[in-house]
């Protein structure tokens, strides 16, 4: 099983490097977002600082949805989903190795490139610290949601518009939880229950998501 | 043995075929036939899972395969009209991720020899994206040689896009696997070029299904 979930990882990573130019839009779509908001909103430290949570929280959920439809689509087209469908392995795991791939390749780096966009903010190294850490718990998460709205809107005319309305109003609560950790640390209440709440999502959407995909999936490809 | 009762597909508005009966028992051959549009990949479909059936049931050794689930997959090996290979990945990278998702246990030595038995030799490292459709096709063919102990296989016109050594290979590897008790089943406009002990045909066509 182990076996499996590997070559799937390894496999999607080994895409994703061949495919460099697809994965850099969205983390350029990421970086621009961010970047484009002061210029837009004013250089006033005291507002940037004030709104650079949600600024960054939103940018990385856009950015999510933006990368979305390459997590089925070119496998449904050539035929490897079909493939997948009839594995001697339970579907669920191999869609959790997509999806692991697909956090790694993409959300990974929207983590990393946070803690530049956090000094660019004139955010405190304690608000910082708590800004990585909900992306890190709550990327995972859209990625995962994600997968789902993207698995059931599978070789759908407008699918990509689809997956917006469809998975937006689920990210809700992860962007309030996110942006609300950051700003709970900024008023010096700690982010620590914010933390708390998006690890319970992060393992919720863990461990049922890869179902749901894997049910959606099999709508799908009929 | 790998039964079906009474199936019947429906795609849109259009019955593809309807009461059709199968029941194909080791070392046998089935041949799927019929004119454009009849129904066959549709059937190869169901009788892969991929496809609900509107009426009926596909059993495998007596089981509804719709409860066997992972445990009948692990007794199939499905070459679809699609080829499952990645223009960005080399063939023999193809091929790893194929057995990987597949859960067929294969090292480097076994996927070079599965490559090279396709006439791919010499081209186990080229991306996909340079090679001809009939190469992209036995890459897909190549899972074949990997799948020896997975006895039931189904071919969605496995022949097309293939040269004349091409198909002669082929149909060896068929004919060797059904001697050794396996079951085929596979579509195909030529004539079977496949030496087989036991040969069965399906004919589909204008909704009504033939029994064998």
Redesign the interface.
Known sequence: MLRTLAAVVRRDLLLAFRQRADVANTLLFFVVVVTMVPLGVGAEPNLLRSIAPGVVWVAALLAAILSLNRLFAADFADGTLEQMLISAEPLSLIVLGKTTAHWLVTGVPVTAIAVVLGIMFDLGVGETATLIASLALGIPVLSLIGAVGAALTLGLRGGGVLVSLLVLPLYVPVLILGAGSVEAVAAGLGGGPYLLLLGALALFAIVLTPWAVSAALRISVE | MLEALDLECTRGERVLFSGLDLRVAPGTLLRVAGPNGTGKTSLLRVL?????PTHGEVRWRAKSIRALK?EF??A?A?V???????D??TAV?NL??????????ADEGMLRSALDAVGLVGFEDSLARFLSQGQRRRIALARLFLSGGVPLWILDEPFTALDARGVASLSALVARHLAGGGIVILTTHQEVPVEAARAEMVELGNGQGAAC
Request: glycine letters at 16%.
């Open positions: 892969c899972g991929l496809l609900q992972e997959w692990s199939l499905y679809g009209h699609l080829n499952g290979v990645k960005d990945l990278e790893r991720a194929s057995a990987g998702i597949a859960g067929l246990e």
